[in-house]
């Protein structure tokens, strides 16, 4: 990776990456389309029983059956004598009947598929996303150097300072939301503070920012929502079959042959009924305006059921992945440093595992995948490219990384991920003080600081500066396990006083398996 | 003959409609550049302000060192006076270094450093500088934009009929801000808080 045969012009990747995603856009609109009309026909007959349930309230079976049988009447007095059906000798009243059914259930699919997408947007939107996670809003009075990296990189970008969130979430992540530029929100893990230094966490908020310049924020949103949308017919028919799973696995594969079978026979018997009551009888010809029909009602429950599903879903990660080089080459843009996203991502991707909790709005504009692969297909089809790719690309753009830089990246991520393992067993136990917020405090070292103490890792002793920032004199290196009285806190410093009498500033982040054991 | 007449008289209004609208594209163009100027010129403004604060910090551990005050001052003021472009960018440069003068001065006194006045004065400094080099990178992206447009064919014309004129790019200050940074740069001064070694970049 160190070696870059080619060296990749940011603008290219940027044009590259616009146009491809255009494409990618296009072809899902294509998939969309006919799902509304696939839809309607697997709706059709209960939407049909529904109509003719209510408009023959107090008609007994037999009266029903007459009705029907006198439409049949009907075709069949419309039969030419040449033997061959056209769909205009078809008579008014059957026309008008089946018609205005397929009207109807049309209406009812669209409006229900319009409802489910506003609700969907609505769901996946700003505020339902940063309660979901626990978002928590920073001053710049309590995060000095994440909000003033963030105003800084805007007034490169361009862009108007988005509201800044802070996740108490040992998962390095962030991501950004927000319909429009003017109300974007990004949010950042306090994992993520703890893992990165300054100048990779510059290439992160980078990344994020380009997301909301890019209008990323709004297209996922929308993108989520309507393969949300056409996922509900196989959701609303896997309903039942996914329950009986649950309770016995046998029982659920059996049901779900049944389902299957049954349902289709059950959509296909209504269907040619249809074509029956067109036609004559059933020994003769179907009329041919009905092979039309039956082409549809053999495709469209596969369609809607299985092709559209995952088709849209297969397109939008792969706009998705694609929104993701361009938020990449786009940071590099912004912050001249290919090298310190490339470094961050690094350590973040060493230390997946963790999940976050980000609905399936905002899995596209975290700076990784936060639900760490999911499901088989999200596996075979992620929302983000692999980080290799991104490193190597990334490389190119750049003079190339430095083996040892990269090495020494991955080897903190993964100790992040060693120790958040480990802590998480012991953390269970004091779950409630997780969401603790920093307040400066006397004293305070407890869960907050016992799981970011994992944080420093390939580090082996702790700097102690002597002003609370991460770049003043260093006044000495304390030793892991060093007694330290804790005096009190200052933004992400402590304020300590070491064995030695000496008093200086140490990261909040970096140290407190020291501070522990200096306070009991 | 009507039949050419209209489609000649069509021609000149789709003519016009382009014309018009590329005059539209350079005018955004144009007012965008400003803006993005005037970012610039708020964030100077910032740092402006700070100085003589600085300045006094500095001073009060330091009585002696007037020459590199003067220096500091004149650099300043030779700033607030810049108005073209190349102008102000030189008198940024000029006033970089004599800043940078300055911090090595004050690396001297280890009471001054010590300071909290001092040290939230020199927070705010390089804060400031990392500003204007974003506004300074967006405000060159924006005039690369324009200048772009005013040089390439369909605009091409419309600005040479208008008379749009091709912006000065804000320089980059590098050997100012290399010897800014060396005093207090974050990523420079601290290897230590970062357990990577810094890759070097291009």
Request: hydrophobic letters at 45%; a negative charge.
């Amino acid at each position: 990776m160190a070696e870059a045969p080619e060296s990749v012009l940011v603008y290219t990747r940027i044009a590259a990456n616009e146009r491809k995603t255009r494409w990618l856009v296009a072809a899902f609109v294509v998939v969309l389309m006919p799902v509304v009309s696939a839809a309607t026909t697997l709706a059709m007959p209960v939407i049909t029983a529904v109509i003719i349930m209510v408009a023959a309230r107090g008609l007994g079976p037999e009266q029903i059956f007459q009705r029907l049988m006198s439409i049949d009447v009907e075709v069949q007095a419309a039969q030419p004598s040449d033997g061959v059906m056209q769909l205009r000798d078809l008579p008014a009243s059957f026309v008008w009947l089946t018609g205005g059914f397929l009207a109807v259930a049309l209406i009812v699919v669209a409006i229900g598929f319009g409802a489910v997408t506003v609700f969907l947007v609505w769901r996946y939107g700003t505020r339902m996303l940063l309660r979901a996670v626990h978002a928590r809003p920073v001053s710049e009075g309590e995060e000095p150097d994440l909000v003033r990296l963030v105003q800084n990189l805007c007034i490169g970008a361009g862009l108007p300072t988005p509201r800044v969130y802070v996740v108490e979430s040992r998962a390095p992540n962030a991501f950004a939301t927000g319909r429009h530029p003017n109300e974007a929100c990004l949010v950042v893990t306090r994992g993520l503070l703890t893992l990165v230094n300054r100048r990779e966490l510059q290439g992160v908020i980078a990344h994020e920012l380009s997301h909301i310049g890019n209008h990323d924020t709004r297209l996922t949103m929308i993108l989520a929502a309507l393969v949300g949308t056409t996922s509900l017919p196989w959701k609303v028919a896997l309903a039942p079959v996914r329950y009986a799973f649950r309770t016995n696995p046998v029982a659920g594969a059996c049901s779900a042959f049944f389902f299957i079978c049954v349902g289709w026979l059950l959509l296909n018997a209504f269907w040619s009924s249809l074509i029956y009551l067109a036609s004559d009888e059933l020994s003769q010809e179907v009329p041919p305006f009905m092979w039309w029909w039956i082409a549809h009602t053999l495709v469209a429950p596969v369609y809607a059921l299985w092709v559209a599903p995952i088709a849209s879903l297969v397109i939008r990660q792969a706009v998705s992945r694609e929104r993701e080089f361009l938020a990449d080459a786009d940071a590099v843009r912004l912050t001249r440093d290919p090298e310190g996203l490339a470094l961050a991502l690094a350590k973040i991707g060493a230390a997946g595992g963790e999940r976050l909790r980000v609905g399936e709005g905002s899995v596209h504009l975290c700076i990784v995948d936060p639900h760490g692969g999911g499901s088989l297909l999200h596996r075979v089809f992620p929302s983000h490219p692999p980080v290799v790719d991104r490193l190597q690309l990334l490389a190119k753009m750049g003079s190339g990384l430095p083996e040892a830089a990269l090495e020494a990246a991955i080897e903190a991520g993964r100790q992040l991920r060693q120790t958040s393992a480990a802590e998480s067993e012991s953390a269970a136990l004091e779950k409630p003080s997780e969401q603790q917020v920093l307040a400066p405090t006397e004293g305070e070292d407890s869960t907050e600081d016992n799981t970011n103490g994992a944080h420093q890792p390939a580090r082996s002793s702790i700097p102690l500066y002597e002003h609370p920032d991460g770049w003043s004199k260093v006044l000495a290196q304390l030793d892991e396990n060093a007694a330290l009285t804790p005096v009190g806190k200052v933004g992400n410093f402590v304020r300590v006083v070491t064995s030695d009498n000496v008093t200086g500033y140490v990261s909040a982040s970096a140290c407190l398996s020291a501070l522990r054991q200096g306070s009991s | 003959m009507s039949v050419i007449a209209i489609a000649f008289v069509l021609l000149l209004a789709l003519i016009l409609v382009l014309a018009l609208s590329w005059y539209n594209v350079l005018v955004r163009g144009r007012n965008q550049v400003r803006e993005a100027w005037s970012g610039i010129e708020v964030q100077l403004r910032r740092r402006a302000s700070l100085i003589p604060n600085i300045v006094e910090a500095v001073r009060a551990y330091a009585q002696h060192e007037r020459q590199t005050f003067d220096e500091v001052t004149r650099a300043r003021s030779a700033l607030q006076q810049a108005a073209s472009t190349a102008e102000t960018s030189a008198a940024n440069h000029a006033l970089g270094q004599a800043l940078g003068r300055l911090l090595v001065v004050a690396e001297n006194y280890p009471e001054l450093r010590a300071s909290d006045n001092f040290r939230h004065l020199q927070q705010e400094l390089s804060d400031t500088e990392e500003k204007i080099s974003f506004a300074r990178q967006f405000y060159n992206r924006n005039a690369l934009d324009y200048n772009n447009r005013i040089d390439v064919f369909p605009t091409l014309l419309v600005a040479r009929l208008f008379n749009f004129g091709a912006v000065e790019f804000f320089d980059a200050d590098e050997e100012g801000m290399a010897e800014v940074r060396v005093s207090f740069g974050p990523e420079k001064a601290a290897p230590e808080r970062s357990p990577v070694p810094p890759a070097p970049s291009s």
